[in-house]
């Protein structure tokens, strides 16, 4: 089955600096990755996704991720934090090869707190 | 983008009444709809699995007779919270996949959170 492990449940940055949150999968075949961002009583945006391309992936809003199979992560990075990046972030695994088509199976969230 | 609606985004409702949400695609079709819950500070969690013109596949656990799924027409499924009790207040959200430049993406409704009292 697959799943998606947030490794952390709170990040707390200060504007300008790196954010890196951290996301470990399990998978038995060659997973499609994705990261939503979820801002207070708001849908749920794609920020990016993997899906068998190439393994550094851009995203929205200057964000990207790295696919590393060897270490079964996808990672989160911007390299400058902003305001308006405060937000609950979600990785989400698709159960299946279809991509978005399946379901998705969703990590419990990190909280990105970003300090002026 | 595609764009996925759903209605209504907040209702409070009295234990053992019923509630609708609805999940519209606007700009394209969709045989197939997904429906989560979040409690706070959980994560998003599937219920079902919607598709036009047949039956709702729901996922362990989740009650088909108190969660209603209808998805009749391509642009259009509903939940049904029956006889709603406190303990299914929640945070509701419906996705439906759609093809954007040529990839597949699921795109989310703004969600509805349901209180009941």
């Known amino acids: 089955a697959q799943s998606v492990t947030q490794l952390d449940s709170h990040v707390s940055v200060s504007e300008g600096t790196p954010v890196l949150l951290r996301c470990n999968y399990s998978?038995?075949?060659?997973?499609?990755l994705f990261w939503y961002v979820q801002h207070p009583n708001k849908g749920l945006q794609l920020l990016l996704k993997?899906?068998?391309?190439?393994?550094l992936v851009k995203g929205i809003n200057g964000f990207e991720a790295e696919f590393k199979k060897s270490e079964t992560s996808f990672h989160l990075t911007k390299p400058s934090a902003h305001m308006s990046d405060a937000a609950e972030y979600f990785c989400?695994?698709?159960?299946?090869?279809?991509?978005?088509?399946?379901?998705?199976?969703f990590g419990t969230g990190t909280l990105l707190a970003v300090q002026p | 983008g595609a764009v996925v609606s759903q209605h209504p985004s907040w209702v409070i409702c009295k234990s053992g009444t019923s509630v609708k949400i609805e999940c519209r695609s606007l700009?394209?079709?969709?045989?197939?709809m997904f429906w989560y819950r979040q409690f706070p500070k959980q994560s998003l969690m599937l219920m079902a699995t919607?598709?036009?013109?047949?039956?709702?596949?729901?996922e362990q656990g989740v009650e088909k007779d108190k969660f209603l799924i209808n998805h009749a027409s391509l642009t259009l499924s509903t939940l049904t919270v029956t006889s709603a009790h406190p303990e299914d207040s929640s945070f509701y959200i419906c996705?439906?996949?759609?093809?954007?430049?040529?990839?597949?993406?699921?795109?989310f409704g703004q969600g509805t959170r349901l209180t009941v009292v």
């Open positions: 919607s598709n036009e013109g047949s039956k709702a596949t729901y």
């Open positions: 989400v695994v698709s159960d299946g090869y279809g991509g978005a088509t399946n379901k998705l199976i």
């Open positions: 996705s439906a996949p759609a093809v954007l430049l040529m990839n597949t993406e699921a795109f």
């Open positions: 700009d394209f079709q969709a045989t197939t």
């Open positions: 998978s038995s075949y060659s997973p499609s």
């Open positions: 993997y899906t068998s391309a190439a393994t």
